[in-house]
């Protein structure tokens, strides 16, 4: 449990959309292989079509880049390797479509995010957390407000002489306890039997630890985390013992109610991590979909531009031909997918674009 915490307190969860360094560098890489291979053996009159191509941007933006770059006919004559790989970076540079991709990824990230609620369950984390610094210590101000607490929630009377005595604020948790005690014993406990006042105890310690923890989550938040039920989530764990610890019966033991306080909040902030570890595989999962449908879209697009450089080159179209044709290459491309990543409304969608494009 230890561990648990010293990790709650460093830990954030990774972007749910697993948007890493790699993720843009393998992009990068793509398009600086594309632009590599595109511009080997060519002229300096097609680098233009040939970076537009590569870019999906217009000649008038692709001659912009190139004249950013301060490249001229002359110098790519003379370009080796090296040189291509330089004047290649420089583009990437200037279009920007790197920092677009990322832009873009990050976009889905935070609407994967949002959809499977990891803002809420980080809260939640963070709350229990706070709970957990404030009450759980083992410290003699957490130990004192607990006593407090539990103190002012069983008997308002005895804890408001005691507030008025001028050493109150210097009172151990240990000596609060012990006027308390001495009050259980000339009252409730008084002519019962051991067994009678550890029932009693009990019933005080669930009932406390039951109200304490609804105050500070939240009688929704409280019943999440405890399972569903909190009265079972109680029972189970405040018993005799959590309240005297080895002290006998009807004896209160001040450190062992601190003890308790930390073990309950620990299983709940172990509950609340869980579902924001649950949270966060949902939001990857939810993300790689929305990844997957745009990549299916952006095949789709490239489809259409194959076409429409088939409609310019064919001297005779045949639009029923020409859109089965532009299908087909969806299809191909979509067929390198598991069947289970298919989606075969995404491709009707494409037909109708392609209808569309063609009307």
Do not use: P
């Amino acid at each position: 449990m230890q561990s648990i915490l010293e990790w709650a307190k460093t830990n954030t969860i990774e972007a749910a959309d697993g948007l890493t360094w790699d993720d843009i560098r393998a992009k990068r890489n793509d398009i600086t292989q594309s632009l590599t291979d595109a511009f080997k053996g060519i002229s300096f009159d097609q680098v233009a079509e040939r970076l537009g191509k590569s870019l999906g941007v217009d000649e008038k933006t692709s001659q912009a880049l190139i004249k950013q770059t301060g490249m001229t006919a002359e110098k790519f004559k003379t370009l080796d390797d090296k040189g291509l790989g330089v004047f290649v970076q420089s583009l990437i540079d200037a279009s920007g479509v790197v920092d677009t991709y990322s832009k873009n990824l990050q976009s889905l990230s935070d609407q994967a995010a949002q959809e499977a609620g990891i803002e809420e369950a980080k809260a939640v984390v963070s709350m229990v957390q706070g709970i957990k610094k404030d009450l759980g210590g083992e410290d003699e101000a957490s130990q004192r407000q607990i006593v407090e607490a539990f103190i002012k929630s069983q008997d308002t009377n005895l804890f408001n002489k005691l507030r008025k005595r001028d050493d109150f604020d210097t009172m151990s948790a240990d000596k609060l306890m012990n006027f308390f005690e001495t009050s259980m014993e000339k009252g409730a406990f008084k002519g019962q039997t051991g067994q009678k006042a550890e029932e009693i105890m009990i019933e005080q310690g669930q009932a406390f630890f039951k109200e304490l923890l609804t105050q500070q989550l939240g009688a929704d938040t409280f019943q999440k985390l405890a399972g569903g039920d909190i009265d079972k989530f109680i029972e189970d764990n405040v018993t005799g013992f959590a309240m005297r610890g080895f002290q006998s019966f009807g004896d209160y033991e001040e450190e062992h109610l601190g003890k308790t306080t930390s073990k309950l909040v620990d299983k709940l902030l172990n509950q609340a991590m869980m579902e924001q570890n649950r949270k966060s595989v949902e939001a990857r999962r939810i993300f790689q979909e929305k990844k997957m449908e745009e990549d299916y879209l952006e095949e789709g697009e490239e489809a259409l531009e194959e076409g429409d450089e088939t409609l310019e080159e064919t001297e005779v179209l045949d639009e029923e031909e020409l859109v089965e044709q532009v299908m087909n290459r969806v299809a191909a491309r979509l067929k390198n997918l598991s069947e289970d990543q298919k989606k075969e409304e995404l491709v009707e969608a494409l037909a109708k674009k392609i209808a569309e494009k063609l009307s």
